[in-house]
């Protein structure tokens, strides 16, 4: 299911399939990044993320959901280092190797979930990018208290949410996933102990919401 969620999130570039070419089409990881690379609406959120994100030198940055680790490597030059948690092992591989070709030493890949991060050390900011959203397709608003919960625990100042989300009513209902409210989100965030301080808009199906402590 989180394959198939992946492959519809930038669904303008999926051809439609037949339940027998996509059993047999894997979707990979480079192709994930190509077309990360030409969603304009993935790349606005991306850019609206690394320049609003308040992140300091010499911060230690979580990032949930992962993936290939885009968000991750970009934010490397910003702060002190990234944590990379994800629960799709070849991808957190892939997310290593393209450290490794970029030659980013303080970037580290891992297994770790929304509600058991596997982190140890003290984390400034958490950041989710076009993650948090699958708790929510998932299991609906449980879920993704559950994992924001599970986010809240590690105790950072900020969390930045930029992720898929509905700011409005739910024109489009498809079978592939359900997107949280924003509200909800927010909401979610207020509850676990967090002000928010910006809610950006970036489509109405994406958008960023900065909490802070
Ligand atoms: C659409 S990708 C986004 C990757 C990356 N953050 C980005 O902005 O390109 C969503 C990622 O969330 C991960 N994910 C889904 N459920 C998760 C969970 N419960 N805990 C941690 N990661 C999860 C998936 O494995 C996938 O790599």
């Given at each position: 299911m989180i394959l198939e969620t992946l492959m519809f999130q930038h669904s303008q570039f999926v051809v439609p399939m037949t339940d027998t070419e996509r059993?047999?089409?894997?979707?990979?990881?480079?192709?994930?990044?190509?077309?990360s690379d030409a969603d304009e609406v993935y790349q606005r959120c991306l850019s609206y993320l690394l320049t609003h994100a308040p992140i300091e030198r010499?911060?230690?940055?979580?990032?949930i959901g992962t993936g290939t680790g885009i968000v991750a490597l970009e934010l490397a030059s910003k702060c002190d280092h990234?944590?990379?948690?994800?629960?799709?092992?070849?991808?957190?591989?892939?997310?290593?190797?393209?450290?490794?070709q970029r030659g980013i030493e303080n970037v580290s890949f891992?297994?770790?979930?929304?509600?058991e991060p596997n982190i140890d050390e003290p984390v400034d900011i958490v950041i989710a990018?076009?993650?948090?959203?699958?708790?929510?397709?998932?299991?609906?608003?449980?879920?993704?208290?559950?994992a924001?919960?599970?986010?809240?625990?590690?105790?950072?100042?900020?969390?930045?949410?930029?992720?898929?989300?509905?700011?409005?009513?739910?024109?489009?209902p498809n079978d592939y996933e359900t997107l949280p409210p924003m509200g909800t989100v927010a909401n979610l965030l207020v509850d676990a102990?967090?002000?928010?301080?910006?809610i950006e808009i970036i489509s109405e199906s994406v958008g960023v919401i900065i909490a802070t402590r």
């Open positions: 059993e047999y089409h894997g979707y990979t990881p480079m192709d994930y990044d190509a077309d010499g911060d230690t940055v979580v990032d990234v944590v990379g948690r994800d629960i799709y092992d070849e991808w957190l591989r892939y997310a290593r190797e393209k450290a490794e891992g297994h770790g979930s929304f509600r990018s076009y993650a948090l959203y699958m708790a929510y397709d998932e299991g609906g608003e449980d879920e993704l208290r559950a924001i919960d599970g986010l809240s625990s590690l105790n950072s100042r900020c969390v930045v949410v930029a992720d898929k989300m509905r700011f409005g009513p739910m024109h489009y102990g967090f002000s928010l301080t910006d």
